[in-house]
């Protein structure tokens, strides 16, 4: 596909598309005027963030874990979307930070999983298809965690493999008109920082002060970042991961020297 020339609808599956950033993705793609399938295990949210977003949206139940239910979805979006030419890889769950040694593998696993693992296969059958039609992009979601490791020994690791998959496929694909770029989001206003794990407690202070814009980031902001990414103004734009962390990444060798500079 020529990406200069303009697209035609989006259409676009959205993994983890029910809650924070995905369906945060979901909207805009919508206010867009294109179309979305809301992929997510929480199939109640998902089935009210479609009715909240009109016709153009569809609920898709699912688990990214499976593929061979992924290709049944597939087959039933078939019918209920144009050609799909856009994947967002959101889905995944929250770790908190735990020392290795209290740290089962087959906990590890599931986080790991959840990322990599899921990513893998919603390339494997969505981008997989679109390489075959010649033409869409992908977005996977990585993390400031892909580029700086914290406590969380199966969340970073997963993310920053994201991003070598990440590039891999937008070599593989690059002759196909599919391109395949990333997103590194900071800390994001979502359910994803307060786990169940954590009971709803979380002191934010830690999270702002690593974030030389003092904030955290708004689903809606990542959003507009996804968008750009799947939209033909990107045509050029294969095999990169964009920070979108207010700085973080920037930031992280600061706090030796006493931190960021303060206003005035
Ligand atoms: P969220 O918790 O609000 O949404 C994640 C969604 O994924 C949920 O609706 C959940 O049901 C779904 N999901 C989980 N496992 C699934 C599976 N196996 N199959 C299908 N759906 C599944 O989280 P948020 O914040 O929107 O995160 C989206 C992505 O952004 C995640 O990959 C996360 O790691 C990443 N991210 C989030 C940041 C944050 O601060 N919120 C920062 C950096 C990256």
């Known amino acids: 596909m020529d990406h200069a020339t303009p697209d035609s609808t989006l259409s676009v599956i959205v993994t983890g598309g029910a809650s924070g950033i995905g369906a945060a993705v979901c909207r805009r793609v919508i206010e867009a005027g294109g179309h979305a399938a809301i992929l997510d295990l929480n199939q109640e949210a998902a089935h009210t963030l479609a009715r909240e977003l009109g016709p153009r949206a569809v609920a898709a139940p699912g688990d990214v874990l499976d593929e061979a239910g992924l290709r049944a979805t597939q087959e039933r979006l078939a019918a209920l979307l144009p050609a799909v030419n856009g994947l967002v890889n959101c889905a995944g769950i929250a770790q908190v930070p735990t020392a290795i040694e209290d740290y089962p593998v087959e906990a590890w696993a599931r986080v790991v999983d959840s990322h990599l693992k899921g990513t893998y296969i919603a390339c494997r059958v969505f981008g997989s298809a679109m390489a075959e039609r010649g033409r869409g992009a992908v977005v996977n979601v990585a993390s400031v965690l892909s580029f700086r490791p914290g406590p969380v020994l ?8 994201v991003v070598n998959l990440t590039e891999a496929l937008a070599v593989q694909w690059a002759r196909r008109g599919l391109r ?85």
């Open 154 to 161: 199966a969340y970073g690791p997963a993310k920053a493999a």
């Open 180 to 264: 395949v770029n990333a997103i590194a989001p900071g800390w994001t206003d979502t359910p994803f920082l307060k786990p169940k794990e954590r009971q709803g407690e979380r002191d934010m202070t830690p999270i702002l002060n690593a974030t030389p814009l003092g904030r955290l980031m708004q689903p809606s902001e990542i959003a507009e970042v996804v968008f750009f990414l799947l939209s033909p103004a990107a045509s050029v734009i294969t095999g990169a991961t964009i920070p979108c962390d207010g700085g973080v990444i920037a930031g992280s060798g600061w706090a030796p020297y006493g931190g960021f500079p303060q206003a005035g």
